[in-house]
């Protein structure tokens, strides 16, 4: 039932939806369904078309389960299965994607100029710091989602953060 998915692994669910028992993974698409869907929204700025990736992602991780390695790793597959999707999308549309901001934080002003740096950075690195950010992810788990070796993962963090650092310059120092 419902507690024994609560209380259960990512990796116990993989085994037992793998098993035949497709309530598991359910159980683990009710768990991540809105991070992926965030991640996804972060990527893309279109809320309706996020869910839809974040749909399609469980709906292709269900297909090729299978391939998972390391089912302890499921939500950082599934999100990686969300990123590939949101690139194809993205890379398909001849329009640039719009930069809808979500509601503002503590300072609206800030938080703009964070996501509008942010979502000038190259593809790679945007990927990088959503992730890792927004998205909450470990190295090994960025390493899982986006398919390249750790060292990759830190590698892109530093060149994201130097240039985010560099864009945000004056409006990080107008706060001191």
Same mark, same amino acid.
């Given at each position: ?44 700025? &279109?809320?309706? *078309? #996020?869910?839809?990736? /974040?749909?399609? @992602?469980?709906?292709?991780?269900? %297909?090729?389960?299978?391939? !998972? +390695? ?38 609206? &002003?800030?938080? *703009? #100029?964070?996501?509008? /740096?942010?979502? @000038?950075?190259?593809?790679?690195? %945007?990927?990088?710091?959503? !992730? +890792? ?44």
């Amino acid at each position: 039932g419902a507690t024994v998915a609560g209380s259960s692994t990512d990796a116990e669910l993989v085994g037992r939806a793998r098993a035949g028992y497709p309530r598991s993974y359910e159980a683990l698409y009710r768990r991540h369904r809105e991070r992926v869907a965030r991640t996804a929204y972060l990527l893309v700025r &279109d809320p309706s *078309l #996020a869910q839809d990736l /974040a749909q399609e @992602a469980f709906l292709v991780g269900w %297909r090729d389960l299978k391939r !998972l +390695r390391d089912p302890s790793l499921f939500r950082a597959w599934v999100t990686g299965i969300a990123v590939n999707l949101a690139r194809r999308t993205v890379r398909g549309s001849a329009r640039e994607t719009p930069r809808s901001v979500p509601a503002p934080e503590a300072d609206p &002003d800030r938080d *703009l #100029a964070v996501r509008a /740096a942010v979502s @000038a950075l190259p593809r790679r690195l %945007r990927e990088a710091v959503v !992730l +890792r950010f927004y998205g909450g992810f470990t190295e090994a788990e960025m390493a899982a989602a986006l398919r390249v070796p750790a060292g990759t993962v830190k590698s892109r963090l530093a060149r994201a953060r130097g240039r985010l650092a560099e864009q945000l310059r004056g409006v990080v120092e107008e706060e001191r």
